[in-house]
Structure formats: C-alpha cells, structure tokens
C-alpha cells in the first residue's frame, strides 16, 4: 500500500496550458506539504496544509493554488503554464510535531514545451 | 533565517570505501535533523534522524550524530556499496510549520 501517492508521474504540456497534479496519503498525517525540485536537484518548499488550513505559501506565482479537500489529499493546480515551471513536483506529508519526518511522494515530472 | 549547508558533489568512490558527507546548519532553537536518500528516478526516502542533541541516528550502516555544539550531523558509512549510488539530502525540520529545509545534496557515486 502506497504511504504517499501522486499523479501523474510524467505530465508534459505546452506553455499556456493549465494542468493539476493530484497527491494523496493513507498515513492518517495532519499535514501535507508541495515542493519543488530544480534542475540543480535543489528542494524549496511552496505550499503546506495542517488540517485543510494553509499555513506555508512561500514566494510563489499566483498561477499556483493548492487545494485541500480534506487532510489525507492536497492537490496543485498550475494555470498559464510557463517553461521555467518545469520540475520535478513533489507532494510529502508529516505529523506537525517537532520530531514526526515527512513521507513523500514519488513525484510529478512537469515538462513545458 | 534557517538554514543547511551540505557539501558540494558529486563524490565519487571506490565500493568498501569510507562515505562522509558534511552537513551544518544554522536554526533558532533546536531542530530535528534528518538525511534523506533519493535513487535515480525514485522519491525521497527518510535514511535517518536524529531529534536532540547527542543522538546518533543509524541505519543500513548509515551513521550520523546530532553535534549540538559544532552544528553538524555528518553522514558516515563504513563500506559502502555500489547500491548506495545517490543524492543525498540533509535537512533539518522547523518545528512550527513542519516543513523541511533541505541542503543542495549532494551525489554519490559507488564504482565496483
């Protein structure tokens, strides 16, 4: 059974199109994250959720918005696609405790063409 | 702000060589470490960590200990093997939002 499950794993799209990338966890964790990882393999985190409530939004385009059904599944949604948004798309999810590590995703591969 | 400073790569070594990785790091108070692996085309995988001062988290023979004093949790293995071929990341954990702050990794490269 996946711990952190995303799709898709591959998505490549034109410029200008808008895509969604869907993440969900059966860990039974109260906090969801997004990060984004470069061509350098540098990891910045973007978005995370603690029980459906946004509590980071780092500095990203508003062209980014997450959305939290509830608090096992955190979907991104990417409007406008541009070539710099191409990565590699992380989902991972935690326990919001001092000590809990976080579970991750296998990842979403974003190409902009 | 906090932050993880983690040798450059890529190391490249012979198998049954000596593995360190250097890691420091800078943060308010006293955070949660961490080093996560991730193989070619695969996600990240939690390796080991360390919660407090002294500890020494292990794993697959993996070592690394929480150096409150130098700000360090270095990453050593014995022997490694052509199979620990990978980035590795260290992070540590902001304990009021959750998130983890990676350093840039760093790629490791085992030859038979």
């Known amino acids: 059974d996946t711990a952190v499950s995303q799709t898709p794993k591959y998505l490549v799209t034109q410029m200008g199109n808008d895509k969604s990338i869907k993440c969900e966890q059966n860990?039974?964790?109260?906090?969801m994250y997004w990060y984004k990882q470069d061509s350098k393999k540098f990891l910045k985190i973007m978005f995370s959720?603690?029980?459906?409530?946004?509590?980071i939004n780092e500095t990203v385009p508003n062209r980014f918005s997450p959305k939290s059904p509830d608090k096992a599944h955190l979907n991104l949604h990417i409007n406008s696609l541009e070539l710099g948004d191409s990565a590699v798309y992380f989902c991972?999810?935690?326990?919001?405790?001092?000590?809990?590590?976080?579970?991750f995703g296998q990842g979403t591969r974003l190409t902009v063409v | 702000g906090d932050s993880v400073t983690q040798m450059e790569g890529p190391v490249t070594l012979s198998e049954e060589a000596f593995l360190t990785i250097n890691c420091t790091y800078t943060a308010t108070g006293y955070p949660s470490l961490f080093w996560y692996v991730q193989y070619p085309g695969e996600g990240l995988q939690l390796l080991l960590k360390?919660?407090?001062?002294?500890d020494k988290g292990s794993n697959k023979g993996f070592e690394a200990t929480y150096r409150k004093e130098t700000t360090s949790f270095h990453l050593e293995k014995g022997s490694v093997q052509v199979s620990d071929s990978a980035v590795y990341f260290c992070a540590l954990k902001r304990g009021s939002q959750g998130n983890l702050i990676f350093g840039k990794g760093t790629k490791l490269s085992v030859k038979p």
């Open positions: 360390a919660t407090k001062a002294d």
């Open positions: 860990l039974g964790h109260d906090t």
């Open positions: 959720y603690n029980n459906k409530e946004l509590i």
């Open positions: 991972a999810s935690s326990l919001l405790t001092e000590v809990g590590e976080a579970f």
